[in-house]
């Protein structure tokens, strides 16, 4: 279910990253962290737009390409029943960015 609901988020991401990024494991895996800070910030009582800021302010300098596509990710776990806010959601973004 969580795989199906990827298809928008991934390629929000997949657009904002360079081609050649695409099924790197380290790229890949900076996309998964995202998600995670994201859930993070939804677990800790911040609301969607409070979240938006402080995951795009803590980006590291080499992820600043991700910027554009935080907030679709935002919009996208914050629609999540929070019964599927589990490790299962970055794992996911994952693996549709390593077959990408």
């Given at each position: 279910?969580?795989?199906?609901?990827?298809a928008?988020p991934?390629?929000?991401?997949?657009?904002?990253?360079?081609?050649m990024?695409?099924?790197?494991?380290?790229?890949?895996?900076?996309?998964?962290?995202i998600?995670?800070?994201?859930?993070?910030?939804?677990?800790?009582?911040?609301?969607?737009?409070?979240?938006?800021?402080?995951?795009?302010?803590?980006?590291?300098?080499?992820?600043?390409?991700?910027?554009?596509?935080?907030?679709?990710?935002?919009?996208?776990?914050?629609?999540?029943?929070?019964?599927?806010?589990?490790?299962?959601?970055?794992?996911?973004?994952?693996?549709?960015?390593?077959?990408?």
């Open positions: 279910m969580i795989r199906t609901l990827l928008i991934a390629l929000m991401i997949g657009l904002a990253t360079p081609a990024a695409q099924g790197d494991d380290t790229e890949c895996r900076k996309q998964g962290q998600a995670t800070n994201i859930m993070s910030e939804r677990r800790n009582g911040a609301n969607a737009r409070r979240a938006e800021r402080r995951v795009i302010r803590s980006l590291p300098e080499d992820s600043r390409n991700y910027e554009v596509a935080v907030p679709a990710l935002v919009d996208w776990i914050y629609s999540l029943p929070e019964d599927q806010l589990t490790p299962e959601v970055s794992n996911a973004l994952y693996q549709v960015c390593m077959s990408q």
